[in-house]
């Protein structure tokens, strides 16, 4: 790999990593008290999914540990914004839903967030973020790939 090319891919992920740094931050600081961005994003996961989904279909979306997604699980059952059920056809498994406090806690959290991402929107131009998006969902299921 030429040096201009290895810059140009070390200059692009500097720029994403930062990107997802910040911008983490300035959602998890608007989320609903309780809240946390693990919390919000499998709410949305589940908000979009069709049926129930396992903590290991669920771990393996978020590329987390079985361990890390029970624990979020847990919280997120606590707090009334999932159900988990056992698998009536395995006993030895579960299946998570989201619950109708939870679809409501992902709509408050949707509600608070949009502001910053339009206003993020506005200020870059939505043709460059239309640009954008393709070479970002190339990316992602490149590096998924790996």
Do not use: C, Y
Not at 110 to 136: H, N, Q, W
């Amino acid at each position: 790999m030429s040096d201009a090319k290895q810059n140009l891919a070390i200059t692009l992920f500097s720029e994403l990593l930062t990107l997802d740094q910040l911008a983490r931050m300035s959602i998890a600081r608007v989320l609903p008290k309780g809240m946390e961005l693990s919390h919000f994003s499998v709410l949305n996961h589940l908000a979009h999914a069709n049926g129930e989904k396992s903590p290991g279909q669920l771990a393996r979306s978020f590329h987390l540990t079985r361990g890390a997604m029970t624990n979020t699980l847990s919280k997120l059952e606590w707090a009334g914004w999932v159900h988990v059920r056992p698998d009536w056809d395995d006993a030895r498994k579960k299946l998570v839903s989201i619950s109708p406090a939870g679809i409501a806690a992902r709509d408050a959290a949707i509600a608070a967030i949009a502001p910053i991402i339009s206003d993020a929107v506005d200020s870059v131009g939505e043709e460059k973020v239309r640009a954008t998006l393709p070479v970002l969902r190339d990316l992602r299921i490149k590096l998924n790939e790996d």
